[in-house]
Structures are given as C-alpha cells and as structure tokens.
Nanobody
Framework: QVQLVESGGGLVQAGGSLRLSCAASGRTFSRNVMGWFRQAPGKEREFVVAISGSGRSTYYADSVKGRFTISRDNAKNTVYLQMNSLKPEDTAVYYC?????????????????WGQGTQVTVSS
C-alpha cells in the first residue's frame, strides 16, 4: 500500500518562502513521476508541478514558474517543493501525488496515489 505524507505547510507573509516535503513508502519510488497539486477553497484541484523518476525532467504550471522548484531525493523516497516569492493567491491545500507511470502528465486523474494534503496560507 502506497503512502504519501506531506509536511512543511504553514502561514507565511507575501514574498516569503516555504519548503514542502512528501515522504513516500510502500513501493519503488524512483521509477514514478511525482507531482504537486493544490486546491483553494471553492476551486478545483489544480496541477502545480511534476518531476520524472530520475529528477531530470520537470514541468511547471505557468502560475508558479520561476518561483517554485521541485526536486526529489530517491535515496530518501522524498520529493520537495521549494516555494519562493509566495503570493496570497498561492493559498491552498497542497497535495503530493504519485503517478503509476513514468511520463509526466499534468492532469489530476492520471495520478493514482495521493497524500492527505498540507495547508499553505499566504497573508497579504
């Protein structure tokens, strides 16, 4: 059984930074695409960024490009999301997700395993 556990969320002022972590267990980690998604109140869950199993390929949503950085440490079965220059519109619950595949895809339905989410709140 795959388990994904996010941590690192919190309250930060606009312009600040946070680093989210997602620890995976239950299956081989290094072969799977990992993604971060977010869901703001009253809105649908949206794609933020994904990273290939090797870490060599990434794909970012336009809204976070240049501000957020995804990385992974396959030895620790962990994926990270470094968020800089945070804006109030980044406020959401952030979810870590694992694809049951090796190709980066940006749609929610293509990710099979999900964490419980971690709240990120950016104050103005």
């Amino acid at each position: 059984q795959v388990q994904l556990v996010e941590s690192g969320g919190g309250l930060v002022q606009a312009g600040g930074s946070l680093r989210l972590s997602c620890a995976a267990s239950g299956r081989t980690f290094s072969r799977n695409v990992m993604g971060w998604f977010r869901q703001a109140p009253g809105k649908e869950r949206e794609f933020v960024v994904a990273i290939s199993g090797s870490g060599r390929s990434t794909y970012y949503a336009d809204s976070v490009k240049g501000r957020f950085t995804i990385s992974r440490d396959n030895a620790k079965n962990t994926v990270y999301l470094q968020m800089n220059s945070l804006k109030p519109e980044d406020t959401a619950v952030y979810y870590c997700a694992m694809r049951d595949g090796t190709v980066i895809i940006a749609t929610t339905a293509d990710y099979k395993y999900w964490g419980q989410g971690t709240q990120v709140t950016v104050s103005s």
